[in-house]
């Protein structure tokens, strides 16, 4: 079950980090306000706080749950 479970979680995170990457808008963009290099950074640190998750769940899938 927590297989499944961290890959799921893993996507969700990984999405909702792409999506506040997204809505930070173009780094080069000179109008960009310091809400969005902040929005930037939180979304990808969320969206490799996805990765993670997913790669412990194919670890857990890998090793039958045993961790």
Known sequence: MGEFTDKVKG???EAIGKAKQA???D???PDR?????KLEA???AQELKGK???FAGKV???LGDDI
């Open 42 to 44: 939180e979304g990808m």
């Open 23 to 25: 809505i930070a808008g």
């Open 60 to 62: 857990k899938g890998a």
């Open 11 to 13: 996507n969700v995170n």
């Open 33 to 37: 306000t310091e809400k969005g290099d």
């Open 52 to 54: 993670a998750q997913q």
């Open 27 to 29: 780094p080069n963009d």
